[in-house]
């Protein structure tokens, strides 16, 4: 079985930064997929970023510049830099792991961003 911990959200003013950690452990395989997803109040959840084992990154058109995603293989960990925070920002981020099988989720870290 496959869990996913994340850690590091909070509340930070416009302008801010916060650092998003998420560490899984478990049955994983080597080639996958890790992530970071969000979902606001009334919203879907959309994808944030994500990195390939091998470190090719793709970004939601609205963190580009902003926030930078990086992983460390030897410790299963992804994390997430968020700088330039937004209030537009503010949502549930949640940690995903993709793999050949199947999607596996992290409970949620709130990140709330006031203006």
């Known amino acids: 079985q496959v869990q996913l911990v994340e850690s590091g959200g909070g509340l930070v003013q416009a302008g801010g930064s916060l650092r998003l950690s998420c560490a899984a452990s478990g049955s994983i395989f080597t080639i996958n997929v890790m992530g970071w997803y969000r979902q606001a109040p009334g919203k879907q959840r959309e994808l944030v970023a994500t990195?390939?084992?091998?470190?090719?990154?793709t970004y939601e058109a609205s963190v580009k510049g902003r926030f930078t995603i990086s992983r460390d293989n030897a410790k299963n960990t992804v994390y997430l830099q968020m700088n330039s925070l937004k209030p537009e920002d503010t949502a549930v981020y949640y940690c995903?792991?993709?793999?050949?099988?199947?999607?596996?989720w992290g409970q949620g870290t709130q990140v709330t961003v006031s203006s």
């Open positions: 990195i390939t084992t091998g470190g090719t990154t």
């Open positions: 995903n792991l993709h793999t050949s099988r199947r999607d596996y």
